[in-house]
């Protein structure tokens, strides 16, 4: 079975939102020789860089999996999609770009990702379930 793997899209504004905090209290911890401190940061800054290395997509098959290091395993099978809709929506989610997809799967299934390659993310789906409804943005 053939397996493609959809990295995450990562905003370079994210990245330094989450990086700048982290770089300056670390430095205000190492000149104060605060160790507690040092090794929470430097723990605090492992994971988030963690989870900028493991966001991504899976398709295989006919399931989708969204991960996002442990804290998000998410398998939906590509037949229930029903939408897929670009936004940059905000809320939380398992994306690190606000340049993101809207995926309506199964009863009340919701979730946004951020594929790097979004239009052939949405065609590889499209090609397993051709039904789904594709809403873009207007430019």
């Known amino acids: ?3 493609t793997v959809y990295k995450s899209a990562v905003s370079w504004w994210l990245w330094a ?4 905090p982290v770089i300056i209290t670390s430095v205000v ?5 605060d160790w507690t401190a040092m090794l929470i940061h430097a723990l605090v800054a492992l994971f ?3 989870l900028f290395f493991t966001t ?6 006919n399931t989708l999996n969204v991960k996002s290091s442990v804290l998000i395993n998410i398998k939906i099978d590509i037949a229930t999609i029903r939408k897929i809709t670009e936004t940059n929506n905000p809320l939380s989610s ?3 770009s606000l340049d993101r ?4 799967y199964g009863k009340n299934g919701a979730v946004m990702i951020s594929p790097e390659d979004k239009e052939g993310f949405i065609r590889h789906i499209l090609q397993i379930n051709p039904s789904i409804e594709v809403k873009y943005r207007k430019n």
Do not use: N, Q, R, S
Request: charged letters at 20%.
């Open 101 to 104: 997809l809207w995926i309506d």
């Open 56 to 61: 991504y997509y899976t398709v295989e098959g």
């Open 1 to 3: 079975m053939d397996k």
């Open 29 to 33: 911890t190492v000149m104060d020789g």
């Open 17 to 20: 939102l989450v990086a700048i």
């Open 48 to 50: 988030v860089g963690h």
């Open 94 to 96: 398992p994306a690190l």
